[in-house]
């Protein structure tokens, strides 16, 4: 903890990024409306937070639904999708990592071009490819960005394998005759995992750009269901006549990148032993 | 000197900026059916008839035209009529005009005008076309189809082409905007009354709208009900709605075993509550549909608005066994303003007797290839009848040819009604189109949620600025303070 009080802006981040994903967590409880149900009467209408004399506290959206309810349960959605692309990112890329760094050779070699190709190919245009062939379901959603991150780890994984590797303790290790198995899961993989951290929190936000921005184009989440980047799609067309629409969904998404890249950066120091006294 | 002389001398000076939606693809006026290449098109090239915004037919090249039987109309042309390139217009440029858009099977025109069996000329300012069946939608589509001079080629004459009309062709940048220079010899005294008119392709509505508000343009198409209230706010702006001649119409999949059956159909119309999308989401800038097709049209029919019953669609859906019904609803992405919205609160009223609705927001394309493998259960969609004639819209939608590849509508008598209907006499074609509309509107192929309005905006230096119903922007009778 008194590490931490070095590093302020980690603990922002991470304030940030924790009120936002519980607020996110217990939308039942804190939604004040439904956030999918219509009300065609109540269009529009501006948010109470910036003296609207509605009811609403952020307002209303383009029929009617309470946008504080939506950003909740969108924030449900956008996070939930997230969390799961990074969490399935990681494994693939940190096992796959360690398969390259123990294995070496040929397997390296093939692993690596692999992951080269996959750099090569912009992103959202990879995703645009695949969604259009196989849809916009949860699943295909976590794969498309989790394919997109995967190679980050598997490259900071390798490198770090490939220090490890020459390391006295895992010569000792190997000299009594422990199985590759063994030194991998107990020896090698523990210290490859401060770097994992630190990509693992800032892509994070890149992850709910990313979702957002698919959302945005319409190949993410389908309406009605909620989630930022599709709020963010369907206000733009309010923009001149009712500004909040867009700025909710846009201001949240920019607070959750705000918090993981804050957090993720006071991550590297706090665990770069080179900064440690 | 002497030309800008006599122009002022009718009054003709300034320029005019028109902002348009849709961008144009073409400048071939037999290769598209789209209205933003309608509205441009109309301006270099003459069609034979034009129509007026209350559906009349009116002389251009043709100054007048008869149906001397079912199937030979004769047209008598106007002379002393040139190509902006001095070439005078004769009955050989209706002849090659009409042959070349039948013959040459990649013009996507084509195909309205395969009924053709020949085109003669009788002197040079009269014309008979006779027809392998009766054709009596022929002036209606004519008036979407510009002259040609008979030297004109393919590729190089569409680069930079020549027609009779008001405007001579200058420059065209693709998908930016098309620049036309006044024809000082027009054929109709005091048209047009500007030297110079630009359109501008911008379809992002919000940009338009901005760039008219900057008095950067002055005219803009498909205004939003939502932007209606902004515009008028805004000095120096007028804004015009007219009653469009477009019904929107989301249709069913009709070989899916679940909309098959008409009770499910009547089910999802009854659960539509067409007076909220009219007056909460549109803003009032829609009408009530009560007939297929919109008012103006030959055969319109007044059939009675439709019911909303929440509770007469529940019980249908349970004579039909269907209780837990589930409708995946396809759109393409972006093509009508306010879909989503729409589609959404469709949803939401479906879902009040017990439908569930997957709505599907699909890119244009990949939509389409869904509606052709039959992958939907219903398919948001419009129609506007750019012909001023419903015959190509029951043509394409309810004879078993047509709808192969959309619907899977196949009824015998409404073909039967639908060839009936093609006879020139505009009797007989009012009584056969009013029988096909009323078996449609008790069948329910489609849902028929609101005709459209169509807004513009404009800029209030403009005068003689006519609101069309189709769509169309035509600017030559417009001028310019």
């Known amino acids: 903890m008194s590490r931490l009080r070095r590093y302020p802006m980690a603990a922002v981040g991470g304030l940030i990024l924790g009120a936002v994903i519980l607020a996110a967590a217990v939308a039942p409880l804190l939604a004040p409306a439904d956030p999918i149900k ?73 692993i690596m071009r692999v992951a080269d190709v996959q750099l090569a190919f912009p992103v959202i245009m990879l995703a645009i490819a695949i969604v259009a062939v196989v849809g916009t379901s949860a699943g295909a959603l976590v794969s498309v960005l989790a394919l997109s991150g995967w190679v980050l780890y598997a490259r900071t994984v390798r490198a770090s394998v490939l220090t490890i590797r020459q390391l006295d303790y895992v010569e000792a290790a190997r000299t009594l005759g422990a199985s590759d198995l063994r030194i991998i899961l107990l020896h090698i993989l523990p210290n490859t995992l401060a770097p994992i951290l630190v990509i693992g929190s800032s892509q994070f936000a890149t992850m709910v750009l990313l979702e957002s921005g698919l959302s945005f184009l319409g190949l993410g989440v389908q309406p009605p269901q909620p989630s930022w980047g599709a709020m963010l799609a369907e206000g733009r067309d309010y923009l001149s006549n009712a500004w909040w629409l867009a700025t909710v969904p846009g201001v949240a998404i920019s607070l959750v990148v705000l918090g993981a890249n804050l957090l993720g950066d006071g991550l590297r120091d706090l665990l770069d032993p080179r900064l440690r006294q | 000197m002497v030309r800008l002389g006599v122009a002022r001398a009718q009054g003709r000076r300034g320029e005019i900026i028109a902002g348009l939606s849709e961008r144009m693809l073409t400048l071939d006026p037999a290769n598209h059916y789209s209205i933003s290449a309608t509205s441009v098109l109309r301006h270099v090239y003459d069609p034979l008839l034009d129509v007026t915004n209350d559906d009349k037919f009116a002389p251009a090249l043709a100054e007048s035209w008869r149906a001397l039987n079912n199937t030979t109309w004769r047209f008598t042309l106007r002379k002393g009529v040139s190509f902006h390139d001095g070439s005078p217009f004769t009955a050989d440029s209706v002849v090659f005009t009409l042959k070349r858009v039948r013959d040459n099977g990649k013009l996507i025109k084509s195909f309205v005008y395969q009924d053709i069996e020949d085109v003669q000329k009788d002197g040079d300012h009269a014309v008979t076309v006779t027809t392998k069946r009766p054709f009596g939608s022929l002036p209606a589509h004519l008036t979407m189809l510009g002259m040609l001079p008979p030297s004109a080629g393919e590729e190089a004459f569409f680069q930079k082409p020549v027609g009779t009309g008001p405007f001579r062709f200058v420059s065209w940048t693709h998908g930016d905007r098309v620049e036309l220079a006044a024809n000082a010899r027009y054929w109709k005294p005091g048209v047009p009354r500007v030297e110079k008119v630009t359109v501008r392709f911008i379809p992002e509505l919000s940009t338009r709208a901005a760039a008219l508000r900057a008095g950067e343009i002055h005219v803009i198409d498909r205004v939003w009900p939502d932007m209606v209230q902004t515009l008028k706010a805004t000095p120096g702006v007028k804004v015009l709605d007219t009653p469009a001649l477009e019904a929107q119409r ?19 119309s009854l659960a539509i509550n067409r007076d909220v999308i009219i007056k909460d989401l549109l803003l009032g800038y829609a009408r009530p549909v009560v007939s297929p097709i919109p008012p103006g049209l030959i055969g319109h029919t007044n059939l009675g608005q439709k019911p909303y019953d929440p509770e007469k669609a529940r019980q249908l859906l349970k004579e039909a066994g269907q209780s837990k019904l589930t409708l995946d609803f396809v759109l393409m992405k972006d093509l009508y303003p306010k879909q989503l919205e729409i589609a959404q609160a469709v949803a939401a009223m479906l879902g009040e007797v017990g439908v569930k609705v997957n709505i599907r927001n699909l890119e244009i394309a990949t939509a389409r290839e869904q509606r052709t493998a039959g992958n939907y259960d219903l398919f948001y969609s419009g129609w506007a009848h750019m012909p001023h004639d419903p015959d190509w819209y029951f043509g394409q939608w309810f004879t078993k040819a047509g709808a192969e590849k959309l619907t899977r509508f196949s009824d015998p008598r409404v073909e039967q009604l639908i060839a009936e209907g093609r006879v020139p006499d505009p009797k007989v074609r009012q009584q056969k189109y009013a029988e096909i509309e009323r078996i449609l509107w008790d069948e329910e192929p489609e849902i028929w949620p609101y005709y459209s309005v169509a807004i513009y905006a404009i800029s209030d230096k403009l005068s003689n600025f006519e609101a069309r119903r189709d769509y169309y922007v035509l600017l030559h009778e417009v001028g310019i303070a």
């Open chain 2, 250 to 268: 989301w249709h069913f999949q009709l070989a899916r075993e679940t909309v098959k059956d008409p009770r499910v159909r009547k089910a999802v």
């Open chain 1, 38 to 110: 219509p009300s065609f009467g109540k269009r529009l209408q501006p948010p109470r937070l910036l003296g609207g004399a509605s009811p609403y506290l952020l307002g209303t959206d383009n029929l009617g639904r309470d946008i504080l309810a939506r950003l909740l349960y969108g924030g449900r959605v956008s996070l939930a999708l997230a969390t799961s692309a990074v969490v399935l990112a990681a494994a693939v890329g940190v096992t796959v990592g360690l398969v390259a760094g123990v294995l070496g050779g040929r397997v390296d070699d093939a």
